[in-house]
């Protein structure tokens, strides 16, 4: 799908509605990952060098509709301003602003309060989204939609706002079409996926159609014992989607039929109750204790994935293999992350849970060949769906 970019909009000294995605993890008003931020920044200041005035919209987190001050975008518009090294002003109303933007000049930015907050952004009802749209539109005279990790949704300051102004893609969201376009057309092999993350249910699309583009695949993390468990073996406590059993099953056996070699642990590092202070057990996956459950794959595990992607010319990881945030539990996703730094070729990590993983155990984005911003967006990109922001900017 061809989308508009800048370079095919004329956006010099006008005002520009940027919808960026700066949904980054706060706690207590601190921000501990700014890299969706960062991410930005690209686009952001070539608005600003050809003397663009900027009204930023974006979210944080899923309030529903309701005010929530832990989901405040303030401290992201500090963050962004320490960044860019110069103000950037914040509106804690988003409706009614007419008259404040119509006051911007150029080089200025204003940051809108999280869109979310708003019911009729995420509304299933299209006229309550229009209605928004139709509001934020008198805003500005163009509209840049850079939120990649939002493209996937159809709301109403990602879909239905594009279509009331001239409007192309933002830098961020043409790079990572580019990457993603790479790796459903035109792959170096051998081209091996590695997906973890708790639930098959989120993937289920993704490794199905994969199986007809991919030479590996590698399922770790809390989706690992559905897989298992369609094998027969002993789960134990560990997360299972029992319903998913029967699907789980079809996949291994086209896998098989297609030659794709599938690779599932072998061992599991287990522990009583799902606790940071939780010592952990290392045990074969036929030997899962039934009071026990699966935090994270074992070493041997590790390896074998670790060496399986190094052999490939195209990696695209989603998703840790364990539970990271837990010391004892993140050696799995530590040495995929570091498999993933020694490619020779194209390796990918796949936004959300993953990126925050990378750079929380310590590697940094420049030792990967891309850092998507956009979890959810990835893996529908990758399912074969349409995506209604990239519609709404082709």
Same mark, same amino acid.
């Given at each position: 799908?061809?989308?508009?970019t ?11 509605i ?5 949904n ?28 663009c005035?900027?009204v ?28 860019l ?6 509106s ?6 007419r008259?404040?933007?119509d006051? $911007?000049?150029a080089?200025e ?5 999280n869109?979310?907050f ?7 009802d299209?006229q ?15 509209? #840049?939609?850079?939120?990649? &990790? ?10 239905e706002?594009?279509?009331l ?12 079409v580019? #990457?993603?376009?790479?790796l459903?057309?035109?792959p ?6 590695v ?20 030479? +590996? ?15 027969g073996?002993?789960v ?15 996949l291994?056996?086209r ?7 599938l690779?599932?642990? %072998?061992?599991? $590092?287990?522990?009583?109750e799902?606790?940071?202070s939780?010592?952990?057990?290392l045990v074969?996956?036929?030997?899962i ?13 590790a ?5 399986a992607?190094?052999?490939?010319? %195209? ?13 004892n539990y ?5 040495a ?8 020779? &070729?194209?390796?990918? +990590?796949?936004?959300?849970d ?7 155990? &310590? ?27 990239? #519609?709404?900017?082709?």
């Amino acid at each position: 799908m061809g989308i508009r970019t800048l370079a095919q909009l004329p956006f010099a000294g006008k005002q520009v509605i940027l919808r960026c995605d700066l949904n980054v993890p706060i706690k207590n008003g601190v921000i501990s990952d700014d890299g969706r931020i960062r991410a930005s920044l690209s686009t952001i200041k070539l608005l600003l060098d050809n003397e663009c005035s900027i009204v930023i919209i974006a979210h944080l987190g899923r309030p529903k509709g309701e005010i929530k001050k832990e989901l405040s975008l303030e401290p992201v518009a500090k963050r962004l301003g320490t960044l860019l090294d110069k103000e950037v002003r914040f509106s804690s109303e988003i409706l009614g602003l007419r008259a404040t933007t119509d006051l $911007l000049k150029a080089g200025e930015i204003l940051m809108l309060e999280n869109i979310r907050f708003l019911e009729s952004e995420t509304s299933k009802d299209q006229q309550e989204r229009e209605l928004l749209a139709n509001e934020l539109a008198t805003y500005g005279e163009v509209y #840049v939609g850079d939120g990649f &990790g939002a493209v996937h949704r159809k709301h109403a300051s990602v879909f239905e706002l594009a279509s009331l102004l001239p409007h192309a893609a933002g830098n961020l969201v043409v790079a990572e079409v580019d #990457v993603l376009e790479k790796l459903t057309k035109s792959p170096d092999r051998p081209y091996a996926v590695v997906l973890g993350g708790a639930k098959v249910s989120d993937k289920i699309a993704v490794i199905s159609n994969l199986l007809d583009q991919v030479d +590996v695949i590698a399922i770790g993390g809390g989706m690992v014992f559905t897989f298992l468990a369609a094998q027969g073996k002993e789960v134990g406590k560990s997360l299972v989607e029992l319903d998913l059993i029967p699907t789980v099953k079809e996949l291994m056996e086209r896998a098989a039929e297609k030659k794709v070699e599938l690779l599932l642990p %072998t061992d599991i $590092l287990v522990a009583h109750e799902f606790s940071e202070s939780s010592p952990p057990t290392l045990v074969l996956t036929d030997q899962i204790p039934t009071d026990q459950m699966g935090l994270d794959i074992g070493p041997v595990s590790a390896a074998s994935f670790a060496n399986a992607i190094s052999k490939c010319e %195209t990696v695209f990881w989603n998703g840790p293999m364990g539970v990271f945030e837990f010391p004892n539990y993140a050696n799995g996703t530590k040495a995929i992350a570091h498999a993933l730094t020694e490619i020779k &070729g194209m390796s990918v +990590v796949g936004g959300g849970d993953s990126a925050a993983a990378v750079r929380k155990l &310590g590697f940094t984005d420049k030792q990967f060949g891309y850092i998507s911003t956009g979890g959810g967006a990835s893996l529908e990109y990758l399912e074969g769906k349409q995506l209604p922001g990239l #519609v709404a900017l082709s």
